[in-house]
């Protein structure tokens, strides 16, 4: 298996060109996938406040750390910002109770998880609701979320700070304030909707796009998304002794994003990161690029409402 190579941040700091994703998955079951994934040399772990899953994770990267495997530098831990928590006020407590459910000592890149806040009830109310059922938000505007950010960087609490599912204006608009540019934006990232815009708009500002969702959530059942069964892919995969799976994640690593693919499976583990070893002809990126429908998986409704929804503009 080749090594996975790394992307420079705007910050000076590298990050692992591939990790692994940890939502929906908690307790015994991510601990011991976190560390299958570092036996097997994933590097790059990305997890959130929101998915539970912080203190498992935290707990298998000690211990592998522990029996010497690897060194805490050679880790890169992501996690995120909770809607809840945008207040400025609120942020260092969300970034210690994100420290404190790792159990270590700093987190490599902190991300704002939505440009939308909202509203705080309290620690450990994720998703609020009105009195009459609908999202509670809040109006807090993610300038002065960031700008408590930066602090944490001051503090040594991350050593770095981006953010996840920002759109193109919300991006400029934040870097006409930021006295540290953030350098990453998470953002679903498939062959479905392969953002090819807002990748390009970001690198020439110098943000990295980390891809999520890249497998788009294989569902035999439904044969979606189309690009895991389509013979035509498979035709590509055989040729390179591959899975499609593979040639979905090596497409976006060729478009220059980062992908993130999660499984709790060693095997697919090993499978997802096989991917720098072989290069896809212009023909066959052309080819992944018909499966670009611009289809999210990820839309939260919920928060259409609030002024900082990101979904409402092209890209
Ligand atoms: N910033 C954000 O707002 C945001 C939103 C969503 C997700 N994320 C992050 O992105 C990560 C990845 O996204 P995701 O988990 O939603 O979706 P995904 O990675 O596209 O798909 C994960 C699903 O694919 C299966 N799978 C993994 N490898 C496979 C393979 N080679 N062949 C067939 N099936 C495979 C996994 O099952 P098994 O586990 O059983 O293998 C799992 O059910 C998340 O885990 C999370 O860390 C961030």
Not at 252 to 280: A, C
Request: net charge positive.
């Amino acid at each position: 298996m080749s090594a996975v190579p790394f992307v420079q941040l705007n910050d000076g700091n590298r990050m692992p060109a591939l990790g692994l994703g940890t939502c929906a998955s908690s307790g015994s079951e991510i601990e011991k996938a976190v560390k299958d994934a570092i036996d097997v040399g994933y590097r790059h772990i990305d997890t959130a406040w929101a998915y539970e899953n912080e203190h498992s994770i935290g707990k298998a990267v000690r211990s592998k750390i522990a029996e010497g495997a690897v060194k805490r530098s050679d880790m890169f831990i992501v996690t995120k910002l909770w809607n809840t928590f945008h207040e400025p006020h609120q942020v260092e407590r969300a970034c210690r109770q994100s420290l404190n459910n790792l159990q270590l000592d700093y987190i490599d890149l902190y991300l704002i998880h939505f440009p939308f806040g909202y509203a705080y009830k309290n620690d450990h109310e994720q998703w609020p609701r009105n009195p009459d059922g609908t999202r509670a938000l809040s109006n807090v505007d993610f300038i002065d979320t960031w700008t408590a950010m930066e602090r944490l960087v001051e503090l040594g609490w991350v050593k770095s700070i981006g953010v996840s599912n920002f759109n193109s204006e919300q991006i400029a608009r934040l870097l006409t304030v930021a006295k540290i540019r953030p350098v990453v934006n998470q953002v679903e990232c498939s062959p479905t909707i392969s953002q090819k815009k807002l990748t390009k708009f970001c690198k020439d500002r110098d943000i990295a796009i980390t891809g999520f969702c890249p497998l788009g959530h294989p569902s035999p059942a439904s044969k979606t998304p189309a690009f895991m069964y389509d013979g035509r892919v498979e035709a590509i995969a055989d040729k390179y002794n591959k899975t499609p799976a593979q040639i979905g994640l090596r497409y976006l690593h060729e478009l220059g994003v980062t992908p993130i693919p999660k499984s709790v499976r060693k095997q697919r583990m090993i499978e997802n990161m096989s991917i720098f070893d072989f290069t896809l002809t212009n023909e066959e990126k052309q080819f992944m690029d018909s499966f670009n429908t611009g289809q999210r998986l990820v839309a939260m409704y919920d928060a259409r409402k609030s002024p900082y929804w990101p979904y409402g503009i092209k890209f």
